[in-house]
């Protein structure tokens, strides 16, 4: 069988067992279905692209895996109309997905190289609904506030106040926290000026680090 047709194999099966994981939003399913992950992989790893798992994608980094981008997308209960702010663009993967679900997704990385990358994907994917940004993410994106979500996709033991206060009344921030030495995902809702948090599965993610590289 060629390569493509075992992705595409490959492909369906992960749908199918993302479904069985409780990953229910058949619109989030469409758009990990539409979205090549292989695109956002180092070819040597290519052909892993559909399993369900993190993978190196250079600079000591990864992209996640499909469930956690799939289980953090349902997290963050998007709708069509949203601007969304990512704080770890990374391989761009989870933004990819992100842009087939609402209106703009913004993305800010702190290694210039992967950012780089990241732009030259959407480019070629011919995604025009991504904003790329290299900064550090802790510092949000103030000229863009407010924004209805934010997804944070790197391992945090806190929220920092600029980000904390760039999300909407009533929006949500979705982000790997780090609590007595392990990870699980906490999803806030911003009610009345207030973040009130709900924990979710464990994950393991690269940390969230300060400044530019
Ligand atoms: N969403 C990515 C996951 C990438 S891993 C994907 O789909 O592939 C997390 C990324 O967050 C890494 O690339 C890391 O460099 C970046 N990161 C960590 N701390 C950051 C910060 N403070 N600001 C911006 N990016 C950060």
Do not use: C
């Amino acid at each position: 069988m060629s390569t493509f047709l075992v992705l595409d194999v490959k492909k369906i099966r992960l749908i199918l067992e993302l479904r069985e994981s409780g990953i229910s939003d058949s619109k989030i399913l469409s758009a990990i279905e539409k979205i090549p992950r292989e695109k956002f992989i180092p070819e040597n790893f290519r052909n892993q692209a559909y399993d369900n798992l993190a993978l190196p994608i250079g600079d000591n980094q990864t992209i996640s895996q499909p469930f956690v981008v799939a289980k953090m997308t349902q997290l963050l209960e998007v709708e069509s109309s949203h601007k969304v702010l990512e704080i770890g663009t990374g391989s761009g993967y989870q933004s990819a997905v992100l842009s087939k679900l609402v209106r703009r997704v913004y993305t800010i990385e702190r290694i210039k190289n992967l950012s780089i990358k990241a732009e030259n994907i959407f480019k070629e994917l011919k995604i025009s609904n991504i904003v790329t940004k290299y900064a550090d993410g802790n510092l949000g994106w103030k000229e863009q506030i407010p924004f209805d979500r934010i997804i944070i996709t790197a391992a945090t033991s806190s929220i920092s106040k600029e980000v904390a206060s760039q999300i909407h009344d009533g929006g949500i921030i979705v982000s790997p926290m780090v609590q007595e030495n392990k990870q699980i995902i906490v999803r806030y809702k911003k009610i009345k000026n207030v973040l009130r948090s709900e924990i979710f599965d464990d994950v393991l993610f690269v940390p969230n680090l300060s400044g530019t590289q």
